[in-house]
């Protein structure tokens, strides 16, 4: 038996069916959600546990752009007891920054526009704490017996998965 839920700024809980035919339908709602709105993943973690009532296989799937406490609180109100399985997708323009003098950056989550100056240390300095928040995100994952991936949006999200759930270690 299979549960789906997605979550913004609300928990949005999908009826449940039994059997593996299940995914299909789930993957292809996943590469059409509108990835829009503030999200709240400690609240939205705090809701479902409240449904869970067995020991489950979870996949928990953000981009995790949040404050690390707000990603450790979320995750541990899962507890030790569930095979989780976080998974951390990230546009390819995070994992590369191609950006370069004088920018806009548009906010999809507030729906602000920030200007700003890309100069090559500030590149630098975002590709560093990048890496080192998604350390950080493995080692509240590790610490609670959780497997961490990062995926790209540039990689089809069917592949993404695959090798993700065929991951057994």
Same mark, same amino acid.
């Given at each position: 038996?299979?549960?789906?839920?997605?979550?913004?700024?609300? =928990?949005? @809980?999908? *009826?449940?069916?039994?059997?593996?035919?299940?995914?299909?339908?789930?993957? +292809?709602?996943?590469?059409? !959600? #509108?990835? /829009?709105?503030?999200?709240?993943?400690?609240?939205?973690?705090?809701?479902?546990? /409240?449904?869970?009532?067995?020991?489950?296989?979870?996949?928990?799937?953000?981009?995790?752009?949040?404050?690390?406490? %707000?990603?450790?609180?979320?995750?541990?109100? =899962?507890?030790?007891? &569930? %095979? !989780?399985?976080?998974?951390? !997708?990230? +546009?390819? +323009? %995070?994992? #590369?920054? &191609? @950006? +370069?003098?004088?920018?806009? @950056?548009?906010?999809?989550?507030?729906?602000?526009?920030?200007?700003?100056? !890309?100069?090559?240390?500030?590149?630098?300095?975002? %590709?560093?704490?990048? *890496?080192?928040?998604?350390?950080?995100?493995? /080692?509240?994952?590790?610490?609670?017996?959780?497997?961490?991936?990062?995926?790209?949006? #540039?990689?089809?999200?069917?592949?993404?998965?695959?090798?993700?759930? /065929?991951?057994?270690?």
């Amino acid at each position: 038996k299979f549960q789906f839920a997605t979550f913004s700024s609300q =928990l949005e @809980l999908f *009826k449940a069916y039994r059997g593996k035919s299940q995914i299909a339908g789930m993957v +292809d709602y996943l590469n059409r !959600v #509108d990835n /829009k709105g503030q999200s709240y993943l400690s609240d939205a973690l705090s809701k479902y546990r /409240k449904i869970m009532r067995n020991r489950s296989y979870m996949v928990i799937i953000s981009d995790f752009l949040m404050p690390l406490d %707000e990603i450790k609180k979320a995750l541990y109100f =899962l507890g030790k007891n &569930h %095979e !989780v399985r976080v998974i951390q !997708v990230l +546009d390819k +323009d %995070e994992r #590369d920054l &191609h @950006l +370069d003098g004088d920018t806009k @950056l548009f906010d999809v989550e507030s729906g602000e526009m920030l200007r700003t100056f !890309v100069s090559p240390r500030l590149k630098s300095e975002y %590709e560093a704490g990048m *890496k080192a928040h998604r350390q950080e995100i493995e /080692k509240i994952c590790g610490s609670l017996g959780f497997k961490f991936y990062t995926v790209y949006s #540039d990689i089809p999200i069917f592949e993404s998965f695959f090798r993700i759930l /065929k991951d057994k270690g």
